[in-house]
């Protein structure tokens, strides 16, 4: 994967842009041969720490850091949510 991308090469490429950045790469989107912009990684979290942040913040499961992730657990009654979020979670 390359690390500039014009703007017309970035929005055909986003989601390879994205995966890099997940892997911990970074980005330059440049416009007409100026850099404009970077895409880099949030620091501090892993994909799968950022994943269950994101899940925690929108009320689907409970975590506490540190924990071991097979002992997550789903709040209220959601069929299924634990086993879809465990498969989910190889995405990132």
Do not use: Q, W
Not at 45 to 62: D, M, P, Q, S
Not at 80 to 87: N, P, Q, S
Request: proline share 4%; aromatic share 6%; hydrophobic share 35%.
């Amino acid at each position: 994967m390359k690390n500039k991308y014009s703007v017309y090469e970035a929005k055909t490429h986003l989601s390879e842009i994205l995966r890099g950045v997940r892997e911990g790469r970074s980005a330059v989107i440049t416009d007409r041969g100026r850099e404009v912009a970077r895409v880099v990684p949030i620091e501090g979290l892993t994909g799968f720490e950022k994943r269950v942040a994101e899940l925690e913040r929108t009320g689907v499961i409970k975590y506490k850091p540190g924990a071991d992730p097979s002992k997550i657990k789903a709040i209220g009654h959601c069929p299924g949510i634990v086993k879809d979020f465990l498969k989910d979670r190889n995405r990132y």
